[in-house]
């Protein structure tokens, strides 16, 4: 818990660490104290940003051991997640994971097993279940609004998208499907109601990365850095759950199709897709597409900030801990070894 009535939290990584650090910073009961990353240069512009003085460390290990801090964002390529987040957990930090959780799903394991033990509050930082429209799904769901929930269809497409900006994206433990797939499988999970995942049969493969095309930019990287392709560039498949329910989940980097991120519920009362996000239902025998603009609220990452905040502080129960973060690692390589093997990957949860 914090010395103070604030969360001193310090930021892992200046990619996406940035604007969850924003977050964390605008927040009243948050406060930024500390970041970390291999280049002090990028830490230093990051701390322009902020209302206070920061420290600047590079060692995520010596950073850890600092009694000043109270909880930790991770905000590094998938490959150094565990490790980082490892390293706050044993030092009693409260810890928050930049998605996915891991690079597999034994370093996923391993993690949620220490941070459940270690007793601190352990969350997701997922933008998309965090949005406010997917957030209003989730809420008709809960109450009961689309009946049963019993099919549904979640993809994200991108015409020229494979990251350029570092090595860990491409490498092993990388990839289109832990990238961008996670978003769109981690939402459309929580919205049906975190069913149990039972099976998986999935495709995957790179048909772009290694030859030096899809990449974001107007120019393609130096073959000295696409040669090191080593993951997906596109994943998709079928997920069945216990309950019966069915879900299609796609993910591109590079495509010759428009960008897309979209979810589809089909439920026996009343269907939806999210962007725009529209109901559709039948009322007195009449078809009705509904527009929906939610509720005014908080935005994604504010949202998320807020939450880990509260969590902290007050005890609030955490919604988004990283057990979730492990089930959807496990749909995702189930997927993932389902197209190497050709075969449907069996699923073995806790829950």
């Known amino acids: 818990m914090a010395a103070t009535d604030k969360v001193r939290v310090a930021v892992v990584g200046m990619g996406i660490g940035k604007p969850n650090g924003r977050a964390l910073s605008a927040n009243s009961r948050g406060q930024v104290v500390a970041l970390c990353d291999l280049l002090e240069d990028r830490m230093q512009e990051f701390a322009k940003e902020l209302p ?30 565990v490790p980082v987040a490892l390293e706050a957990v044993r030092n009693g930090k409260h810890v928050m994971v930049t998605k996915p959780l891991a690079d597999s799903e034994a370093a996923a394991k391993e993690l949620v097993a220490e941070a459940e033990a270690a007793g601190v509050v352990n969350m997701m930082s997922l933008s998309t279940r965090f949005g406010r429209d997917c957030q209003y799904l989730g809420s008709l769901q809960q109450q009961g609004y689309f009946g049963e929930l019993y099919y549904a269809r979640s993809r ?53 990365g290694p030859y030096g095309l899809g990449y974001s930019g107007s120019t393609p990287p130096p073959k000295s850095f696409y040669e090191q392709y080593a993951s997906d560039d596109y994943g998709g498949g079928f997920i069945r759950f216990e309950d019966g329910t069915g879900l299609q989940i796609e993910s591109f980097w590079a495509s010759h199709q428009p960008g897309e991120f979209q979810m589809e519920l089909f439920g026996t009362e009343a269907g939806a897709i999210l962007n725009p996000l529209t109901l559709y239902r039948m009322e007195d025998g009449a078809i009705q597409d509904i527009r929906v603009d939610p509720p005014p609220g908080l935005e994604s990452w504010d949202n998320i900030a807020a939450h880990f ?43």
Not at 171 to 193: T, Y
């Open 309 to 351: 905040i509260d969590s902290i502080l007050d005890g609030k129960p955490c919604a988004a801990p990283l057990r979730h973060g492990l089930i959807v690692q496990q749909m995702m390589e189930a997927l993932l070894l389902s197209a190497e093997t050709g075969k449907e990957v069996r699923i073995e949860t806790d829950e």
């Open 52 to 81: 206070e003085d920061v420290k600047f460390y590079t060692d995520y290990k010596q950073m850890c051991k600092d009694p000043e801090i109270d909880a930790v964002f991770v905000g590094t390529p998938n490959q150094w997640h």
């Open 156 to 208: 994200s497409v991108r015409r020229n998208g494979i990251p350029t900006w570092s090595l860990g994206f491409i490498q092993k433990g990388g990839g289109a499907f832990r990238d961008m797939g996670v978003h769109a499988l981690d939402a459309v999970w929580w919205v049906l109601g975190m069913p149990k995942p039972v099976g998986v049969l999935g495709t995957a493969g790179a048909k772009f």
